[in-house]
């Protein structure tokens, strides 16, 4: 076999892999629209502070709302300890090799659970940058969480899941003191990949923007 034949077939295998993703999707899809939930897919790198943004968001809304709180990482159930002492009730995916989630993912979830007990679903996607591009879960909304510690380059040098993203969200501004980056350089950027983006700047520590963010995704309420 020659290597063209080799590099056929591997493309055809994402191919393939990409289509049964996105058949899933619709499914999941259809099972948050069937039930009235709002559903969240938020993805960012490690460290860049997902977990903390969605622990202070169950906090503020897990009285008056039942939430599901999906976290997906390589090993551990660390992210989902922390969560659910905020009030949700979480779900932790290991996925080993793999670097994020997909819908088959989801999917399993959603089985085997009593879904009609929750009002907000919230995803944590494993810790990656790049990965998550590949794999539609089939929420309603996707946020990108990265940081400033990142650098003021990360936005730039990662523009498709900005593409493909509804909220962005530029995390840790409280460090702006100590480390030097051009915040406004990193929102421009976003928005100049999508125009189409909400941006928010935010900080857990300080609670800046958060209310924001929450009003942007509906949850404010």
């Given amino acids: 076999m020659s290597p063209n034949e080799d590099v056929g ?69 660390v992210d989902a300890d922390r969560i659910e002492k905020g009030g949700a009730k979480a779900i932790q995916i290991n996925t080993a090799r793999e670097c994020a989630l997909n819908s088959y993912h989801i999917s399993q979830v959603l089985k085997n659970i009593d879904i009609e007990n929750y009002e907000v679903v919230l995803i944590e996607n494993v810790g ?58 990193m929102v421009d950027d976003a928005l100049e990949i999508n125009p189409e983006l909400k941006v928010f700047t935010t900080s857990v520590a300080t609670g800046e923007n958060i209310d924001e963010l929450m009003e942007a995704m509906n949850l404010d309420k």
């Fill in 9 to 77: 077939k591997i493309i055809e295998l994402n191919e393939d892999l990409i289509r049964n993703n996105d058949r899933l999707a619709e499914q999941n899809k259809k099972v948050f629209m069937d039930h009235n939930i709002r559903s969240f897919d938020i993805v960012g790198a490690i460290g860049a502070g997902k977990t903390s943004i969605l622990e202070e968001i169950v906090k503020r809304i897990s009285k008056n709302k039942n939430i599901l709180v999906i976290n997906g990482d390589v090993a551990t159930r």
């Fill in 128 to 185: 990656n940058l790049i990965c998550p591009s590949d794999f539609i879960l089939g929420v309603e909304t996707r946020i990108v969480v990265v940081s400033i510690t990142e650098g003021e380059w990360v936005v730039r040098k990662h523009p498709l899941l900005f593409k493909m993203s509804d909220i962005a969200v530029i995390n840790k501004i409280d460090l702006m003191d100590v480390i030097d980056v051009d915040l406004g350089k």
